[in-house]
């Protein structure tokens, strides 16, 4: 087991619950693993992400869709609602916001079924992560909604180390201001690994997996 403590600052209602050490990803090797689980599972702490996430967007800009990456649906209905109660732009002509997931084929790729896709083509869709630490899975979101007709108009994440994507901002609960020690390196440049040093677990956005 790795041992799992929470930062001392907090925003608003949410806690970010974290542990340190040499954690590998499918993409890269880091140096804290951020704990999601009870964002994602209790409603109370979801509303709580929810309520954070959006004062960080300005009301002028339209949201039709969130695409829900990392698990984030139950974060993502909160944040529809979060959103529609704020008054922010609905363009579609249902005046609701929809809340999807997506599916990967044999090549990792994000698809859609035909009766997902007009919840994308020509909408304004945000992308809403666990965390955004490199921007590469954010990155794949966005090609993938490109392919299917929508149109990105930013990223949500509870903690993110860049501030942008591309000229897409990305808005978070927790940056590195909070943990400015955060690291994220790709495997054959780890300094961990360098010295010899094993990883602590394996992790991804279901959770972690101790070595």
């Known amino acids: 087991m790795i041992e799992i403590a929470n930062l001392p600052v907090r925003h608003g209602n949410v806690p970010l619950r974290y542990a340190r050490g040499h954690f590998a990803t499918n993409h890269s090797h880091i140096n804290y693993y951020i704990d999601i689980t009870y964002h994602k599972s209790r409603l109370s702490e979801a509303q709580a992400v929810a309520k954070q996430l959006v004062a960080n967007f300005k009301n002028d800009t339209p949201v039709d869709t969130i695409l829900c990456l ?3 649906a139950v974060i993502g209905t909160c944040l529809a609602d979060e959103l529609t109660k704020s008054g922010f732009q609905i363009i579609n002509a249902h005046k609701s916001i929809y809340v999807i997931e ?3 084929n044999s090549n990792s790729q994000m698809i859609f079924r ?3 896709q007009p919840m994308i083509r020509n909408k304004h869709v945000l992308i809403l992560m666990a965390s955004c630490t490199t921007g590469f899975t954010a990155s794949k979101g966005v090609e993938a909604i490109g ?4 149109e990105v ?3 949500a994440a ?3 180390a860049v501030d942008h994507l591309g000229n897409l901002p990305v808005r978070s609960v927790y940056s590195l201001n909070d943990i400015p020690d955060y690291a994220s390196y790709d495997y054959k440049d780890c300094p961990y690994c360098k010295k010899g040093r094993k990883i602590d677990a394996l992790v991804n956005s279901h959770g972690y997996s101790a070595i």
């Open 153 to 155: 108009v930013g990223v």
């Open 70 to 72: 990392d698990g984030m």
């Open 114 to 116: 035909d009766n997902i």
């Open 147 to 150: 392919y299917y007709g929508g």
């Open 102 to 104: 997506p599916e990967y």
């Open 158 to 160: 509870l903690y993110s």
